[in-house]
């Protein structure tokens, strides 16, 4: 997904401003599964003795999901969708805040037992969020580190302290840096409506809370940890050292060094006076804070160690990393156990009791035993070996192939997730993607219902893309990446409404032959079709009880939207209406946008209430939604010449150049040759019949050639008609080509199309 920068560092830019754009993410699955790598877990146990416990993930695919969890097994009881980019880590604040951050920029504050809201988005940030780091005792204290050295310390009761309705606006203009309604445009036909549920209303810090600022970091920060109480704060990063702080006043304690690459992992004892790094140097170091020096090291892995967790007491260390492995060290004695072997890289882990839940790359997540309570139970299994003090030691080892063998076997249980798409490739016809994941699976997707097509299994990629190979050009409308392990479609306004295709094409029933429609306008409109229904809901009801119409504002703002709008002659109001695309609601799709204040959002579709406005999305996606309006464009139109083929004796129709809509068919031209013919009229002088003008700017008119037939009034002509080919640089086109592909495939030229008929006998 691109890089979503902060919401401030725009505001003095003189260059002329982007319009926002509006992504729609696919899902071919039930909600109850991630799609990408698991970045982070949180454990919430329950107060009471029978009461049930959950698991927070989590995922790459910008959502968090909590899991019910029975005694070998999970169940999704809720998804967490706000983010819009990856989400890198989550804890637990108090008794039922879950506090997360993302690569988005922001922090999100959850209620840990809700259906999913974002009640809070805290941006100071400004560039991805990778690490947090919470007090046990202390449930207000979140610390949050990132790229750029960035580390903040917050007050979560004073950073979501309820704002009254009358500072909404405020809160908004704060959080963004910039003025609201310098960003914003008013568009026709919306209307106010009253509720307490829209995505920018109380999502946002307050105004004038700024958090505590750790300055001292010069490179990026990726690990964070917190003493019980919140008086000690340790980070670390690519500047290979361990910082202390005071997080109640953002100064520098200490700094510590030893590792001798990027450090991604901390932990705090409960009273801050002992410290676990892991770093990419693949070595655990034991730190004496009091002492301000290492202790102890371990060199227990053979690559980077990513994720440690320990025991309640501190005396043992849980660990993974690039290894694919799972390690349990005494810290005291230094002996070593290997647990588990993965077959993903380990993200992180979260100590449940006696057992461990392991996050790794892959979007599942397992639970391996781990006796937490007493580990030395599984240190009487033997197998175990002695940790040495330097990094190359436990390397060597692996490579004379005396790697131990591992404890346990197979996990507890597994929630499983859905394979992460990892490649993909738009075909030709630009509304078919092809994508391929981390199962081999290949399936055939079409974005402008969101759904899958085809499912060809574990096949080979690059064949099939070949075997599903179209001679045909349209225009690139949208961009896909898979960032977040699903199909993520990004619509930039003007380009994405560069396509049209024939409603016949579309197998669009009741329209006339030569029927248009804009792809990207009738995308939109089907994924805010719910939207629309809700929207008019709302309108109706507030209408029928306050029995009045449109107030003046609204007026205003309908003639600002037609000034901005209509100011260019060439913008867009088809009259025609179409049906839009219909999207699943069975796994609907989930819309990233920015309105003109909060920032970037992420809902599904089906959960947009018709409270969204002009704050919500962006000023084009509601012309066109509303209005049925599209902006202005490039020129859709292709010239060509159109000549006699040489040494033919055929008649010449034309002199000037030709302008026709870039998908007219070539059988349209063969048509207007014919009649052309018949009609005896080899050459134009005026546009006498509405068809053609020759030279600059002739228009190849759909009365007479895209039809096929001409204006009522014209005689019929008693001469058979002659059968013709068209064709470009000596070859015969095919009928069904449209100029657009004959431009790409056949021309392969810069200057203007040129082509050729003649007449065929004997047919």
Not at 469 to 483: G, N
Request: some cysteine; aromatic content about 6%; glycine content about 8%.
């Amino acid at each position: 997904m691109h890089r979503v920068g902060s919401a401030g560092n725009n505001s003095n830019s003189s260059r002329p401003r982007k319009e926002k754009r509006l992504t729609y993410v696919l899902n071919d699955s039930d909600d109850t599964k991630h799609s990408a790598g698991i970045n982070c877990l949180a454990v919430l146990k329950s107060s009471v003795s029978d009461g049930c416990n959950y698991l927070f993930t989590g995922s790459r695919d910008g959502t968090l999901k909590r899991w019910a969890l029975a005694e070998d097994a999970a169940t999704c009881s809720a998804t967490f969708e706000s983010h819009v980019d990856w989400v890198n880590d989550t804890v637990i604040a108090g008794e039922n805040t879950l506090v997360s951050c993302s690569s988005d920029t922001t922090l999100k504050i959850w209620n840990c037992l809700s259906d999913g809201t974002c009640t809070r988005t805290l941006r100071q940030h400004s560039d991805y969020v990778t690490c947090l780091a919470a007090a046990e005792r202390n449930e207000n204290v979140v610390a949050s580190g990132g790229l750029g050295g960035e580390v903040f310390v917050w007050d979560i009761e004073a950073a979501v302290t309820p704002l009254s309705k009358s500072s909404d606006v405020m809160e908004d203009d704060f959080s963004n840096g910039i003025n609201g309604s310098a960003n914003s445009l008013p568009v026709s036909s919306l209307r106010p409506i009253s509720s307490n549920n829209s995505i920018t209303a109380h999502t946002t810090q307050c105004p004038g809370y700024v958090p505590i600022a750790a300055k001292g970091h010069k490179e990026s920060v990726y690990a964070l940890a917190m003493n019980d109480n919140g008086s000690l704060l340790v980070s670390g990063g690519t500047e290979k050292v361990v910082r202390g702080w005071d997080p109640r006043t953002g100064s520098k304690t200490m700094k510590l060094r030893g590792h001798t690459d990027n450090v991604r992992a901390l932990l705090l004892d409960s009273t801050g006076r002992y410290c676990l790094s892991g770093s990419s140097d693949s070595m655990i170091r034991l730190w004496d804070l009091g002492l301000q020096r290492c202790v102890h090291s371990y060199a227990v892995h053979t690559d980077s160690v990513w994720a440690l967790a320990s025991t309640p007491t501190f005396t043992h260390v849980y660990s993974g990393g690039r290894d694919l492995s799972l390690y349990l060290t005494d810290l005291t004695t230094r002996e070593s156990l290997l647990l588990c072997t993965k077959e993903h890289p380990v993200l992180q882990l979260a100590l449940h009791d006696d057992s461990i839940w392991v996050a790794t790359t892959d979007s599942s997540v397992h639970r391996w035993p781990a006796e937490g309570r007493n580990p030395q139970k599984v240190f009487q299994r033997g197998g175990s070996f002695l940790a040495g003090n330097l990094s190359f030691s436990r390397a060597r080892v692996s490579l004379e192939g005396s790697t131990p063998a591992a404890v346990y076997k197979e996990p507890i249980f597994s929630i499983p997730g859905t394979p992460a798409i990892v490649q993909h490739e738009i075909l030709n016809n630009r509304r078919h993607v092809l994508t391929k994941d981390t199962a081999g699976s290949v399936k055939l997707w079409e974005i402008t219902r969101g759904v899958v097509v085809e499912d060809y299994g574990q096949v080979s990629f690059d064949e099939k893309k070949q075997e599903l190979f179209e001679m045909v050009s349209i225009p690139a409308w949208f961009t896909v990446d898979t960032r977040l392990g699903s199909l993520s479609v990004h619509l930039d306004t003007p380009q994405c409404f560069s396509a049209e295709m024939y409603s016949v094409d579309l197998n669009i029933t009741g329209k006339p032959e030569d029927d248009k429609v804009n792809l990207a306008r009738e995308t939109v409109k089907g994924l805010l079709a719910h939207w629309m229904t809700k929207r008019r809901q709302r309108l109706g009801s507030q209408a029928s009880a306050n029995g009045d119409v449109l107030s003046g504002k609204d007026n205003t703002a309908r003639s600002l939207a037609h000034s901005r709008i209509e100011v260019d002659g060439n913008a867009e109001n088809d009259s025609m209406v179409h049906p839009p695309f219909e999207f699943s609601m069975v796994s609907p799709p989930s819309i990233i946008s920015e309105g003109s204040q909060g920032g970037h959002w992420r809902k599904k579709i089906t959960e947009l209430d018709g409270t969204e406005d002009e704050k919500d999305f962006p000023w084009w996606v509601l012309d066109c939604v509303l209005n049925n309006r599209l902006p202005p464009r490039e020129n859709t139109k292709c010239s060509f010449y159109l000549h006699p083929c040489e040494g033919t004796a055929v008649q010449i129709l034309t002199q000037g150049k030709l302008s026709a809509p870039r998908i007219l068919r070539i059988n349209k031209v063969v048509n207007y040759v014919v009649e052309k013919m018949v009609l005896d009229k080899p050459i134009d002088t005026g546009n006498t019949d509405g068809s053609l003008a020759p030279g600059h700017g002739g228009q190849l008119q759909h009365s007479a050639v895209v039809d096929g037939s001409f204006k009522s009034g014209l005689k019929p002509w008693p001469k058979p008609r002659p059968s013709v080919e068209i064709l470009c640089n000596n070859q015969v086109l095919s009928t069904d080509m449209s100029l657009a592909t004959v431009r790409a495939y056949i021309w392969k030229k810069p200057e203007d199309l040129v082509l050729n008929y003649r007449v065929v006998q004997g047919r």
